[in-house]
């Protein structure tokens, strides 16, 4: 069965710091890893995903992932934070059995981005 | 915005009664998923549709049921609600052989009173 988890509820970081956020994921075979980010009041924004290919993903916003698949790992990064990127962030993998394929979210992580 | 649009944006019900919620899919995507996100949760899946027909199915009871339209909008419909039916009800839209690219509306926030 395919799952990820989050390990923190809750990560700070200074304005203009680095910012990483933690995910570990556990499938059966290949992970389709995702990263979406959630506004207060907003749905699901798609941030970065990983199917195949280069283990550093670019994404939206400038943040990017690191896939580690020895460590199983999937970490959201971003070189800079900004206050704006304050907000609740999810990992989550994609499902495969007969019929949907949907995904399975993790627990998420809130960011707060101190000025 | 991705095009997802939900409707109503909030309800409030008493346990017991029956709610619809509806989601109108980013157009030409055929494709739609329903998930509910408790507060201080991940979303969770509870089923999707495709043409018109229920596609697979999370760990929800039947009183979860939906419907899908010939314009691929769809509507997810509770009976019997429990307070722990209190949540925000995402939909998310997708072509169906396109999964890994789903859009998702804001939400419908549910209080079961």
């Known amino acids: 069965a395919q799952s990820v988890a989050q390990p923190e509820d809750q990560v700070n970081v200074a304005e203009g710091n680095p910012l990483t956020v933690k995910c570990t994921y556990s499938?059966?075979?290949?992970?389709?890893l995702f990263w979406y980010v959630q506004y207060p009041n907003r749905g699901l924004q798609f941030l970065l995903k990983?199917?195949?290919?280069?283990?550093l993903v670019k994404g939206s916003y400038g943040f990017e992932a690191e896939f580690n698949k020895s460590q199983t790992s999937f970490h959201l990064k971003k070189p800079s934070a900004l206050v704006s990127d304050s907000a609740l962030y999810f990992c989550?993998?994609?499902?495969?059995?007969?019929?949907?394929?949907?995904?399975?979210f993790g627990t998420g992580t809130r960011l707060t981005v101190i000025p | 915005e991705t095009g997802v649009t939900q409707s109503p944006t909030h309800l409030i019900k008493t346990r017991g009664q029956q709610v619809t919620l509806r989601c109108s899919s980013q157009?030409?995507?055929?494709?739609v998923s329903w998930y509910q996100q408790a507060l201080g949760q991940g979303p969770q899946f509870i089923f999707q549709?495709?043409?018109?027909?229920?596609?697979g199915r999370g760990n929800f009871p039947p009183r979860f049921s939906g419907l899908q339209f010939p314009n691929y909008s769809s509507e997810l419909n509770v009976n019997a609600l429990e307070l722990d039916d209190s949540a925000l009800y995402l939909c998310?839209?997708?072509?169906?052989?396109?999964?890994?690219?789903?859009?998702f509306g804001p939400g419908t926030r549910l209080t079961v009173l």
């Open positions: 157009s030409g995507h055929n494709t």
């Open positions: 998310a839209s997708s072509l169906r052989d396109r999964v890994n690219e789903q859009f």
């Open positions: 989550a993998v994609r499902v495969f059995k007969t019929g949907a394929n949907n995904l399975f």
């Open positions: 549709y495709y043409r018109e027909e229920e596609n």
């Open positions: 990983y199917i195949t290919g280069d283990n």
């Open positions: 499938v059966s075979g290949n992970p389709y």
